[in-house]
């Protein structure tokens, strides 16, 4: 029998001596080796491994963000992918992109797929996630640390680049205190902020957010606006068809 420790997290298996050199996934850490290159092998007894493996000193653990490949973001940071992109064409998994959307070419059926993710630090380790779009509001585990979260929604992003309107309302976000903006239909939605990448529940009110509708209120002065202007020699205010002004006399082509 040999005795071998997991080159990643030190966990310790027992193997038959015919058995050396076959790949072995750790039960500790998950993470795969090979027996035959692992350089603290020991050979032992049934008898004598039976008395060690219980005194060896070795606890699990879980296995941390250092121990699983991570993703260059297109700023430069490194994203977890908590549950694997599906290709659009043949439903294969995809990795992770680092990024918001981007085009990949699917492993499977070799075309190119369009992935759309979510970008967001664990509300525990802040850890920076990455979760498939289609799994917003969904609840999942963060691959560093275990805990569980609800993926947020991308929404105070605005993509659409919609104006606000009296629907709408502003407020600060929670983390970073940068000043947001949503829909009223939206609040309360788990959100995650477009500056600090940090996830919150959007609130049900907030300050309300001047339109240029709301700056005039008597619409005779927008009409005011388009049939008269100032006349560039008095200063003095002239219909905007004239071509001379009553004031001054002076002279429009």
């Known amino acids: 029998m040999l005795l071998l420790t997991c080159p990643f997290c030190r ?17 500790n850490c998950g993470e795969e080796y090979d027996t035959s290159k692992v ?24 296995a941390t963000a250092q121990d699983k490949p991570k993703t260059p973001t ?20 995809l990795e992770a992109i680092g990024r918001r959307r981007a085009t990949a070419t699917c492993p499977t059926c070799q075309r190119p797929a369009s ?19 289609r799994q917003k509001g969904q609840l ?13 929604s991308d929404i105070l992003f605005n993509d659409a680049r919609e104006e606000p309107d009296g629907t709408w309302f502003e407020f600060p976000c929670p983390w970073c205190r940068t000043m947001l903006r949503s829909k009223q239909c939206f609040a309360g939605t788990t959100a995650v902020c477009p500056h600090g990448l940090h996830t919150f529940a959007i609130p049900h009110s907030g300050d309300p957010i001047s339109t240029p509708a709301d700056l005039t209120h008597d619409p005779r002065e927008v009409l005011h606006r388009y049939t008269e202007r100032r006349c560039r020699n008095c200063g003095l205010s002239m219909p905007s068809t004239a071509t001379r002004c009553p004031h001054c006399d002076r002279q429009y082509a």
């Not at 310790?12 to 750790?26: A, E, F, I, M, S």
């Not at 992918?81 to 659009?88: E, F, N, R, V, Y």
């Not at 999942?140 to 947020?152: G, I, K």
Request: aromatic share 2%.
């Open 140 to 152: 999942t585990r963060c691959p560093a640390c275990s805990e569980q979260l609800t993926v947020p």
């Open 115 to 133: 992935v759309h993710a979510v970008l967001y630090n664990c509300s525990n380790c802040g850890e920076l996630l990455e979760s498939p779009a």
């Open 39 to 62: 350089s603290d092998a020991a050979q032992l007894s049934l008898t004598t491994s039976k008395s060690i493996l219980p005194n060896m000193g070795v606890s699990p653990r879980r």
């Open 11 to 27: 966990w310790p298996l027992l193997l038959p001596d015919h058995r050396l050199g076959l790949t072995h996934r750790c039960v």
């Open 74 to 93: 297109a700023s430069g940071l490194l994203s977890q992918l908590t549950s694997p992109h599906l290709c659009q064409h043949c439903e294969g998994p």
